[in-house]
C-alpha cells in the first residue's frame, strides 16, 4: 500500500542553523501539507501546497519557513535560523481529495 | 474557516468500558470530517471519516455519526481495550484543523 514517506526520522540541529526536512509524498496526490506537533500538544497546521504554489499557510508559517516541490516526488520544508521552540515532531500529509495521508514524522532537535 | 472543539481530557478507563470522546465542529458548508488517532511514539493514522450528514464512520470498534443538527462527530467505543490507549484527534477537511486531541488511558 502506498504511503507517505518522511527523512529523517530526527534531526538534531544547533539554534540558528538551517534544516530541511524531507516528504514523499504518495504518488498521484495533488495537495500537500506541513504540521508540527510540539512534545504532548496539539497538531498545528502549517502550510498547504497544490500546484506548485502555496494554497493557504497558518499565523506560524512566517518567513523563517518555506516549502518546494524540488522535483516530481520531493515535497520539502525549510526552516532558516531555527529556534529552540522550533523542536517538534513535523508531519508531512498529502491527498488526493479530502482525506490526508500522514506520514512517520520528522523530531527536529533544536540545542 | 471550519473548526473543531473536542474534549480534551485526559480521559482514564477502565478495561471494557464505553467511552465517549466529543467533538463538535464549526464550518461554512459541509465538511468531510474525521478522527485520528496516535499511539505512543507514532505517527498519525486515520480511525475514521464521514463525508456527509448522517454517515456513520466505523473501523476497531469505534464509531462516530456525522449530526449536521448539532454540529457533532462524537467518538465512540463500547467496550474499550488496553491497547486503545491513545491520544485521538478529531479533524475536519477544507484546510484539515484538528482539534486539541485526547489522550485515552485505558487501566486493566
Known amino acids: 500500500e502506498p504511503e507517505v514517506t518522511q527523512t529523517p526520522s530526527h534531526q538534531v540541529t544547533q539554534m540558528g542553523q538551517e534544516v530541511i526536512l524531507r516528504c514523499v509524498p504518495i504518488?498521484?496526490?495533488?495537495?500537500f501539507y506541513w504540521y508540527r506537533q510540539i512534545l504532548g500538544q496539539k497538531v498545528e497546521f502549517l502550510v498547504s501546497?497544490?500546484?506548485?504554489?502555496?494554497?493557504?499557510k497558518s499565523e506560524i508559517f512566517d518567513d523563517q519557513f518555506s516549502v518546494e516541490r524540488p522535483d516530481g516526488s520531493n515535497f520539502t520544508l525549510k526552516i532558516r535560523s531555527t529556534k529552540l521552540e522550533d523542536s517538534a515532531m513535523y508531519f508531512c500529509?498529502?491527498?488526493?481529495?479530502?482525506?490526508?495521508?500522514f506520514g512517520p514524522g520528522t523530531r527536529l532537535t533544536v540545542l | 474557516g471550519n473548526s473543531v472543539t473536542q474534549m480534551e481530557g485526559p480521559v482514564t478507563l477502565s478495561e471494557e468500558a464505553f467511552l465517549t470522546i466529543n467533538c463538535t465542529y464549526t464550518?461554512?458548508?459541509?465538511?468531510?470530517l474525521f478522527w485520528y488517532v496516535q499511539y505512543p511514539g507514532e505517527g498519525l493514522q486515520l480511525l475514521l471519516k464521514?463525508?456527509?450528514?448522517?454517515d456513520k464512520g466505523s473501523n476497531k470498534g469505534f464509531e462516530a455519526t456525522y449530526r449536521k443538527e448539532t454540529t457533532s462527530f462524537h467518538l465512540e467505543k463500547g467496550s474499550v481495550q488496553v491497547s486503545d490507549s491513545a491520544v485521538y484527534f478529531c479533524?475536519?477537511?477544507?484546510?484539515?484543523?484538528f482539534g486539541a486531541g485526547t489522550r485515552l488511558t485505558v487501566k486493566p
Open positions: 500529509a498529502s491527498s488526493e481529495m479530502n482525506e490526508q495521508f
Open positions: 501546497f497544490y500546484n506548485n504554489e502555496i494554497s493557504e
Open positions: 479533524a475536519g477537511d477544507n484546510d484539515m484543523r
Open positions: 464521514a463525508t456527509k450528514a448522517d
Open positions: 504518488s498521484n496526490h495533488l495537495y
Open positions: 464550518a461554512t458548508g459541509y465538511p468531510s
